[in-house]
Structure formats: structure tokens, C-alpha cells
């Protein structure tokens, strides 16, 4: 019988991060991922005790259609950072199965250069269903890549339709990818992504596909100049580049650093940081609501007879609702 190693202790898992070692930073990753009781109370004194050496990464979420190169970008923008000297996380986010909580768990083998180089650090993990296509502990995986000196945390999310107001809110600059010449130039717009974007960039401006992508990106900077500016003191860009040649790409990590460099300037940096701090707090708060709804025997004895009553048309979804928190104490 093969018998789990033993969890190590608070100090060294915490010390151990703090090196660097990416066997420990694994295992404090799969710490704060697990749903077992027990864990999360070791997990919450570890994500405390590396809070001081957390915050000093720079944050991008990168999002776009299924197909339009996510892996493929984040692997040549990875391996530019790296060549400038950065230590490079990717947090990619698999779709899972809704039914079975399967995921493919596929992008490390499509970010072939990031994942044979000891520099970065590429962590795929299911959604599970999570809102807006990122894991649900996505946020605490970042911490802890910051603590271990990854000075940039790309994080990929499903990109699959889904609200992706979550990524927005725990990154500092939104990267929205799209396609060009996909019948209408315009396919790609979704009005919800756009509005969150701070950069958005045409992928596969190469070969004969240049002269499409740019006109697709001068449609979009036409869309995007309708429905204005997200920031008062940024205008979204429109870029072209390719994932495949790496054209481009050096352009495209210059915006992010602008967009960084410009919100500092404005004191809109770090109120940002502090609102996405409270953000996290309260859906922390949610999910303790939804796992002890899980894991309490009265609460899961008498929420079904609810559901039925709702089911059948003979208890509104309200007053169910307003039954359960009762349930909670709320």
C-alpha cells in the first residue's frame, strides 16, 4: 500500500516557499486547494504568515475564445519575460466537467518552452465550475507564487462565455485576445470582456493572416472608442502580434507595463489592490456559506425537502432562499 507523505509544518512549508523550492511551493498550492477541514485551518496560518512577502508581482489575466492561442501567447510572452530576468507563474485554468468536476488539465503541454524551464513556474488546476472560469483558489495560489519571488503572475482563464469579472478583480492589468477575420469582424465583442479590458490584442498577425488581423484590430478600436474608456486615465489599446513568431509580443508586455506605470501615476494602483483584497475577504465569506451548506448533517437533512417545494412550483425561490438563511442563522 502507498501511504501520502506527511504533511510538513506551518514553518516548513513557509520557509520552504520563501526558498523557493518548487516541491514545497507545489505542496502549499494543494494545501490551501483542499476542501478538508483540517487543512484549511493550516492553510489560512500559512497564506498569514506570507502575506508580508506577497503583493510585489505584476498581475495579468489573459482571457479570449476558445482557439485564439491563450497557451500559445502566454508561452512566447513567458519566454520573453524570461529572457529580461523574470521569474514567470501561470496560473492556466482548465474547463471542468460540471457534472464530474473532470478537466483536461492540457495547457502545460501546450506551453512546451515554459514548462522545461526551471525559471517558471506553470501550475494548471480545474475550475470545477468556479464563476468566471478561474479555480476557486486562484487568489491564494498567486500569494503564495509571489512569496516563492515570481515577479509575474500570468493567469489564463477558460475564456468559454463566462462572466470574467473574476479575473478582473484579482489582477492589474485584463488582457483580452482575439481572433481576426472570423466572418464578422466584430464576432468577438462582448460588450461584458470589452468593458473590462485594458488591453485588448489580435492574435496571428502573421504571414498572409497580417493584413486581417489589422484590419479586424482597426474595427475594434472603432468599437471600443463607442463604448469609451474604462479608466479615466487609460485609453485600451488595440495590438497585433503573433503567439506563433513572437512578433509582437515585446510591444504588447511594453502596454502592460504601461498600463502599470500610468495607473501608479494616477493613486489608482493601489486602491485597486486594497478593493480586490475586500473583494476576495467577502467571496471567502461565500464559500464558507456554501461548504457548510455541504458539510453541516441538519443543514443537508432539511434543504432538500426546500429544493423539492421550489422544484414544484409550490414555494418561491425567495422564500426558499430566505428558509435557508434562516437555516444559517443569517
Request: glycine share 10%; proline share 4%.
Amino acid at each position: 500500500m502507498i501511504h501520502a507523505a506527511p504533511l510538513p509544518s506551518l514553518d516548513e512549508l513557509a520557509s520552504g516557499v520563501r526558498a523557493g523550492r518548487r516541491a514545497m511551493l507545489a505542496r502549499a498550492i494543494t494545501l490551501v486547494e483542499s476542501r478538508k477541514g483540517e487543512h484549511r485551518a493550516l492553510a489560512e496560518q500559512l497564506m498569514q504568515a506570507l502575506l508580508p512577502f506577497t503583493g510585489n508581482a505584476t498581475r495579468v489575466g489573459i482571457t479570449g475564445v476558445p482557439g485564439v492561442g491563450k497557451s500559445t501567447t502566454i508561452d512566447a510572452l513567458g519566454t520573453h519575460l524570461l529572457a529580461q530576468g523574470h521569474r514567470v507563474a501561470v496560473l492556466a485554468v482548465d474547463p471542468s466537467s460540471t457534472r464530474t468536476g473532470g478537466s483536461i488539465l492540457g495547457d502545460k503541454t501546450r506551453m512546451a518552452r515554459l514548462s522545461m524551464d526551471s525559471r517558471a513556474f506553470v501550475r494548471p488546476s480545474p475550475s470545477a465550475g468556479t464563476l468566471g472560469g478561474v479555480a476557486a483558489r486562484t487568489r491564494e495560489t498567486m500569494l503564495l507564487c509571489e512569496a516563492a519571488g515570481y515577479d509575474v503572475i500570468l493567469v489564463e482563464t477558460v475564456g468559454v462565455g463566462q462572466s470574467e469579472t473574476a479575473v478582473s478583480d484579482m489582477t492589474d492589468t485584463f488582457l483580452v485576445l482575439m481572433l481576426p477575420g472570423a466572418g464578422d469582424e466584430l464576432q468577438g465583442i462582448k460588450k461584458g470582456i470589452i468593458e473590462l479590458a485594458d488591453i485588448v490584442a489580435v492574435n496571428k498577425a502573421d504571414g498572409a493572416n497580417t493584413p486581417r488581423a489589422k484590419a479586424a484590430a482597426s474595427e475594434y478600436r472603432a468599437a471600443l472608442h463607442v463604448l469609451g474608456g474604462r479608466e479615466p486615465h487609460w485609453s485600451t489599446p488595440v495590438l497585433t502580434y503573433s503567439g506563433l513568431t513572437g512578433d509582437g509580443i515585446e510591444e504588447l508586455w511594453g502596454q502592460v507595463l504601461l498600463h502599470r506605470e500610468r495607473s501608479e501615476s494616477a493613486g489608482a494602483f493601489k486602491a485597486k489592490r486594497s478593493a480586490q483584497q475586500v473583494k476576495w475577504m467577502w467571496a471567502l465569506f461565500d464559500d464558507r456559506l456554501r461548504a457548510r451548506m455541504r458539510t453541516d448533517p441538519a443543514l443537508r437533512a432539511q434543504v432538500p425537502a426546500i429544493e423539492r417545494e421550489v422544484a414544484a412550483g409550490t414555494l418561491a425561490p425567495t422564500l426558499g432562499a430566505s428558509r435557508i438563511g434562516c437555516l444559517l442563522g443569517l
